[in-house]
Nanobody, 114 residues
Framework: VQLQASGGGLVQPGGSLRLSCAASGRIFSSNVMGWYRQAPGKQRELVAIIPSGGTTNYADSVKGRFTISRDNAKNIVYLQMNSLKAEDTAVYYC?????????WGKGTLDTVSS
């Protein structure tokens, strides 16, 4: 399984970014896809997850600002990030979990700065 993320970049505070992550390889219909992030000097943390057939879950720090969605037919997960803050600056990683096996994509750097 491979995960390819795209969509990161530089944005001003209050702006928006949309991340995409496409999974390829042997993907089972039941899985969980999600986004994590790691800010400089901090541990990697959950941003949002979305199971293939369940409800989404968000970190408190992004609730109301970020929206995770997925296209099951294409095995793509999206993260729409609005009202971005400087503290959202981090490397964002997508993750796929299936049958107790985890796969990580390469990170994409998102910088929120004026």
């Amino acid at each position: 399984v491979q995960l390819q993320a795209s969509g990161g970049g530089l944005v001003q505070p209050g702006g928006s970014l949309r991340l995409s992550c496409a999974a390829s390889g042997r993907i089972f219909s039941s899985n969980v896809m999600g986004w994590y992030r790691q800010a400089p000097g901090k541990q990697r943390e959950l941003v949002a997850i979305i199971p293939s057939g369940g409800t989404t879950n968000y970190a408190d720090s992004v609730k109301g600002r970020f929206t995770i969605s997925r296209d099951n037919a294409k095995n793509i997960v999206y993260l729409q990030m609005n009202s971005l803050k400087a503290e959202d600056t981090a490397v964002y990683y997508c993750k796929l979990e299936q049958r107790n096996i985890y796969f990580w994509g390469k990170g994409t750097l998102d910088t929120v700065s004026s």
